[in-house]
T-cell receptor, first 112, second 112 residues
Framework: GIQVEQSPPDLILQEGANSTLRCNFS?????LQWFHQNPWGQLINLFY???GTKQNGRLSATTVATERYSLLYISSSQTTDSGVYFC??????????????FGKGTLLTVNP | NAGVTQTPKFQVLKTGQSMTLQCAQD?????MSWYRQDPGMGLRLIHY???????DQGEVPNGYNVSRSTTEDFPLRLLSAAPSQTSVYFC???????????FGDGTRLSIL
C-alpha cells in the first residue's frame, strides 16, 4: 500500500516562530488531508489539499502532487498550535483508493 | 448539528467480553470509517463503509465487526476483547470517500 512519511517527528518552538512540516508519499494520490490533534485528543481537519495551495489564517498548505510531497506552514505560532499534526492520503491505484492512510505525525510543542 | 458522535468516551473491559462502540453522524454523509490510534503508530483503518448496506475491511480488521443498516449509524463490534485491542478508537465520516473527513472525539478502550 501507499507509504506516508512525515518530518520532523518532533518540533519545539518559541511562541511567534514559524515552522514547516513535511509529508512525503510513495504513490499518486486522490486525496490528501492535514489534521491537528489537540492535547485533548480531538482530530481537527485543517486542509483538504490533493494539489495546489490553500491558506487559512496563520496556516497554509501546499501539495506538489507530481513530486509526491505536501508542506504545512505555521506562521507566528501560538501555544494553542501545540499538538500532533497528521498528514493522510488516499492512493489512486487499486485497493488503496478507498483507504485513508495516515503518517505517524509531527509532535509540535509551542512554548510561551 | 452535532457532527460525529461517539459513545462511550471511556470503557474498561475484561478479556473475552464483547461490546459495541457506537458512532452516529447527522450530516447525511455516505462514507464512514473506524480507526484505531496506538502510540507511535498513527491512525490505522479498521473498517469502512461507502453507504448503507456496504462495508469493507481496512488495514487491521481482525477481531472487529461492522454493519451499516442506516446512513447515520456505523457501530463497531468487538467480538471477544483481547488486551491487544486496548487503544483509542475514532469514527469518521465524509460526504464521499475522497472528501474532507470529520472525526468524532474518540473512545478510549482498555482491556484487562
Amino acid at each position: 500500500g501507499i507509504q506516508v512519511e512525515q518530518s520532523p517527528p518532533d518540533l519545539i518552538l518559541q511562541e511567534g516562530a514559524n515552522s514547516t512540516l513535511r509529508c512525503n508519499f510513495s504513490d499518486s494520490v486522490n486525496n490528501l488531508q492535514w489534521f491537528h490533534q489537540n492535547p485533548w485528543g480531538q482530530l481537527i481537519n485543517l486542509f483538504y489539499i490533493p494539489s495546489g495551495t490553500k491558506q487559512n489564517g496563520r496556516l497554509s498548505a501546499t501539495t506538489v502532487a507530481t513530486e509526491r510531497y505536501s508542506l504545512l506552514y505555521i506562521s507566528s505560532s501560538q501555544t494553542t498550535d501545540s499538538g500532533v499534526y497528521f498528514c493522510a492520503v488516499t492512493g489512486r491505484s487499486g485497493g488503496s483508493n478507498y483507504k485513508l492512510t495516515f503518517g505517524k505525525g509531527t509532535l509540535l510543542t509551542v512554548n510561551p | 448539528n452535532a457532527g460525529v458522535t461517539q459513545t462511550p468516551k471511556f470503557q474498561v473491559l475484561k478479556t473475552g467480553q464483547s461490546m459495541t462502540l457506537q458512532c452516529a453522524q447527522d450530516m447525511n454523509h455516505e462514507y464512514m470509517s473506524w480507526y484505531r490510534q496506538d502510540p507511535g503508530m498513527g491512525l490505522r483503518l479498521i473498517h469502512y463503509s461507502v453507504g448503507a448496506g456496504i462495508t469493507d475491511q481496512g488495514e487491521v480488521p481482525n477481531g472487529y465487526n461492522v454493519s451499516r443498516s442506516t446512513t447515520e449509524d456505523f457501530p463497531l463490534r468487538l467480538l471477544s476483547a483481547a488486551p491487544s485491542q486496548t487503544s483509542v478508537y475514532f469514527c469518521a465520516s465524509s460526504q464521499l470517500r475522497n472528501q474532507p473527513q470529520h472525526f468524532g472525539d474518540g473512545t478510549r478502550l482498555s482491556i484487562l
